[in-house]
């Protein structure tokens, strides 16, 4: 079956400092790989997707590139904010019409980043 | 457009009672999934809903359920409830086999 697998958390940084959160997947066909943010106390927020190998979905000014050749798709920032403190995860989906597009999410990594 | 709403936000139940919860699609995307989030399994499938028929389910017991109407809109329900339910679940819709957008979730409590 699939599986996602995340870095394990929680991450602290301070402010400006570059963010990387691993991520791996496994997965019998071809799927569409994203990331999702949550906020204290509200629902999960898309953040960038990725739908074939080598693309690079972006936004916000964090990054992610899907890697069939590792299996990867880690998450990266530059440059992080205090407001980009929060749980984010990892999760994929497989492109099945029949079968619908029931998303397999990873353990979450909390994100701390201190002023 | 409106996002995903889902009601009621908080839920506070007793063991053995049963529960519904609600959610709204956003307007256009007629499938709905619905997930659990617990601190110790994370977040976990429980089954989706494409004009009204479930195409695809998790692997839970019978005692939740759910059904989807005309109009989109999705209920999710939970039977005899266990204190491991307590939970927050989040409904989300998409375009047929698509990004999937969340909503704000219900939190359940079960004392």
């Known amino acids: 079956g699939n599986s996602v697998t995340q870095m394990e958390g929680p991450v602290t940084l301070s402010e400006e400092a570059f963010l990387t959160i691993n991520c791996t997947y496994t997965?019998?066909?071809?799927?569409?790989l994203f990331w999702y943010v949550q906020y204290p106390g509200e629902g999960l927020q898309l953040l960038l997707k990725?739908?074939?190998?080598?693309d690079k979905g972006s936004n916000k000014g964090f990054e992610a590139t899907y890697r069939k050749e590792t299996t990867s798709f880690h998450l990266e920032k530059g440059s992080v904010q205090v407001s980009d403190s929060a749980v984010y995860f990892c999760?994929?989906?497989?492109?099945?019409?029949?079968?619908?597009?029931?998303?397999?999410f990873g353990e979450g990594t909390q994100l701390t980043v201190n002023p | 457009k409106a996002g995903v709403t889902q009601t009621p936000r908080y839920l506070i139940k007793t063991r053995g009672q049963q529960v519904t919860l609600s959610c709204s699609p956003i307007?256009?995307?007629?499938?709905v999934s619905w997930y659990q989030q617990t601190p110790g399994q994370g977040l976990q499938f429980l089954f989706e809903?494409?004009?009204?028929?479930?195409?695809n389910k998790g692997n839970f017991p019978g005692r939740f359920s759910g059904r989807q109407f005309s109009n989109s809109r999705s209920e999710m329900n939970v039977s005899t409830l266990e204190l491991g339910d307590s939970a927050l679940y989040l409904c989300?819709?998409?375009?047929?086999?698509?990004?999937?957008?969340f909503g704000p979730g219900t939190r359940l409590t079960v004392l």
């Open positions: 989300a819709s998409s375009p047929p086999s698509s990004t999937q957008y």
């Open positions: 997965a019998t066909g071809y799927p569409s």
């Open positions: 990725a739908t074939k190998a080598d």
């Open positions: 999760a994929l989906s497989d492109r099945d019409e029949t079968s619908g597009s029931r998303l397999t």
């Open positions: 307007s256009g995307h007629r499938s």
């Open positions: 809903y494409f004009s009204e028929t479930q195409r």
